[in-house]
């Protein structure tokens, strides 16, 4: 059992949790909870380094769950555990993960981009939500939060390890998006977004809450689009716009 925060490998689990340039120079993170280590399991079974404690083995089905992966899963004390932990009160698992996105379809149906979207937890509710609805890819563009900052992990559900996520710059953005049709998504839009036809390959390009999309991604898009409002609502949370279109979309294509 590990029961000192010293141990060189708690401090590499430590700075990875805190240092967003560690990470990416590591390419790898950290993530916490039983249900990320269900789909850790499932991505990276080979590759995978575990912490637990006793008291999360107690469970049986936790104890099944460690045989799933390859690599000596490691005990640490239930204080290593809170040191090593990004949240208040830790479930006693977690595991670092290589920084190894999905790749993206040849030719995708329908992408999201996200420009300058700031706020943790609203990129990973962000990231949630286009995994439910059926989202071929994301791409980051520049100014958006780390994807793989703790608070982003714990909203995104998992989804890190279904969808294709990219960081990437405009002229990547615009390669990517080549044969697509862009929307941007604006509170003073030119067309409903329920009569946008995301049946054809789509994008759609969100901002941020704080200053909305950029010149550049005014610039890549086709079309604005648009979510109308009652009572003089004059917007809805990023996250939450973000979620009405594109379930508007996955409802759009199915049929």
Do not use: C
């Not at 141990?7 to 993170?29: F, G, P, W």
């Not at 994301?138 to 982003?152: C, E, H, T």
Request: charged share 20%; net charge neutral; no cysteine.
């Amino acid at each position: 059992m590990i029961t000192s925060t010293s141990n060189s490998k708690i401090k590499h689990v430590r700075r990875l949790q805190q240092d967003r340039r560690y990470r990416e120079r590591e390419q790898a993170y950290v993530v916490e909870g039983t249900r990320w280590l269900q789909e850790a399991a499932a991505a990276f079974p080979d590759e995978a380094t575990l912490f637990y404690t006793d008291n999360w083995l107690a469970a049986a089905e936790n104890e099944a769950l460690l045989t799933r992966f390859k690599e000596a899963p490691l005990l640490v004390s239930d204080e290593v555990m809170a040191a090593m932990s990004e949240v208040a009160t830790p479930q006693g698992a977690l595991a670092v993960l290589p920084m190894r996105p999905r790749p993206l379809p040849q030719a995708p149906g329908f992408l999201l981009v996200l420009d300058g979207v700031q706020t943790p937890g609203n990129l990973g509710t962000m990231l949630r939500t286009a995994g439910a609805a059926g989202v071929d890819g994301i791409l980051l563009a520049p100014g958006s939060v780390d994807a793989y900052n703790p608070k982003v992990l714990r909203g995104a559900m998992g989804a890190h390890l279904r969808l294709p996520l990219y960081t990437a710059n405009w002229d990547e953005i615009r390669r990517l998006t080549a044969n697509t049709l862009v929307w941007l998504a604006a509170a003073k839009g030119r067309t409903a977004y329920t009569d946008a036809n995301w049946r054809r390959p789509s994008t759609l390009i969100v901002g941020s809450e704080a200053h909305g999309a950029g010149s550049q991604a005014h610039d890549l898009a086709h079309d604005t689009v648009y979510i109308p409002m009652h009572a003089n609502t004059e917007s809805l949370n990023a996250a939450m716009a973000a979620a009405v279109i594109l379930f508007e979309a996955a409802r759009q294509r199915r049929s």
